[in-house]
């Protein structure tokens, strides 16, 4: 099997990027909070608070999101091999992704603009690898409380020889 994609393989490029987009407001927070503005001084206040409140808020969400994609790294998945099956595309049956099921256990695979943080993200309009019932897949995944959904972490794909036919 061929593995399309491994969270933990991109790992370094997925925190790099939530750390650069959780310190930009951030820094921009603390600029607009010391830069010297003429004006009343209670209005002053009042802003400054309103800043440091802002600040607060941006560190938080920083440590909640580098927090959590530390420990999506350091999770044991949960794996199921098996054949794609009941697949539907985004657009036809599915009203929020591409979805299917192997072994028992549901996936969907969300549009790039409407989708989690991590995961497996390409359906099929994107180039995504999931294109047809019978294929056989590997995948690890972690089941997501927030949306009561399986996140696929690393996904293989066997070759197109070992594609499973319907009979029916």
């Given at each position: 099997?061929?593995?399309?994609?491994?969270f933990?393989?991109s790992?370094?490029?997925?925190?790099?990027?939530?750390?650069?987009?959780?310190?930009?407001p951030?820094?921009?927070?603390?600029?607009?909070?010391?830069v010297h503005?003429?004006?009343?001084?209670?209005?002053?206040?009042?802003?400054?608070?309103a800043?440091?409140?802002?600040?607060?808020?941006?560190?938080?969400?920083?440590?909640?999101e580098v927090?959590q994609?530390?420990?999506l790294?350091?999770t044991?998945?949960?794996?199921?091999?098996?054949?794609?099956?009941?697949l539907?595309?985004?657009?036809?049956?599915?009203?929020?992704?591409?979805s299917?099921?192997?072994?028992?256990?549901?996936?969907?695979?969300?549009?790039?603009?409407?989708?989690?943080?991590?995961?497996?993200r390409?359906?099929?309009?994107?180039?995504?690898?999931?294109?047809?019932?019978?294929?056989?897949?590997a995948?690890?995944?972690?089941f997501?409380?927030?949306?009561?959904e399986?996140?696929?972490m690393?996904?293989?794909?066997?070759?197109?020889?070992?594609?499973?036919?319907?009979?029916?």
């Amino acid at each position: 099997m061929e593995v399309v994609y491994s969270f933990k393989d991109s790992f370094s490029t997925t925190f790099l990027a939530a750390i650069l987009t959780n310190l930009f407001p951030i820094v921009v927070v603390l600029l607009v909070l010391f830069v010297h503005r003429k004006g009343k001084q209670t209005k002053q206040r009042i802003g400054k608070f309103a800043m440091i409140i802002v600040l607060l808020l941006c560190v938080v969400h920083f440590y909640v999101e580098v927090t959590q994609l530390y420990g999506l790294y350091k999770t044991e998945y949960k794996r199921v091999e098996g054949y794609v099956e009941q697949l539907a595309f985004y657009g036809e049956n599915s009203l929020r992704g591409d979805s299917f099921v192997v072994d028992g256990v549901s996936f969907i695979i969300y549009p790039s603009a409407n989708t989690y943080q991590v995961g497996y993200r390409k359906p099929k309009e994107d180039g995504g690898v999931i294109t047809s019932n019978g294929q056989k897949v590997a995948i690890e995944y972690v089941f997501y409380e927030g949306k009561k959904e399986n996140v696929i972490m690393k996904l293989e794909i066997a070759d197109q020889s070992d594609v499973r036919h319907n009979t029916d």
